[in-house]
């Protein structure tokens, strides 16, 4: 079995992946806010 070397790991899908997350969940509260948001204008 090879040693862990610190620092040697290719992480560009990890950081696409977790990247991708983030944008999701942004997106995603923003319409949950703009629902609220017109919810509260219009009184439904």
Known sequence: M???K???MDTTAQEAAF???ITWVKNGSI???LI???LA???A
């Open 2 to 4: 090879s040693e862990h």
């Open 6 to 8: 610190h620092g040697e």
């Open 36 to 38: 609220l948001v017109v």
């Open 19 to 21: 990247n991708g997350f």
């Open 41 to 43: 204008i219009f009184g």
């Open 31 to 33: 319409v949950c806010i």
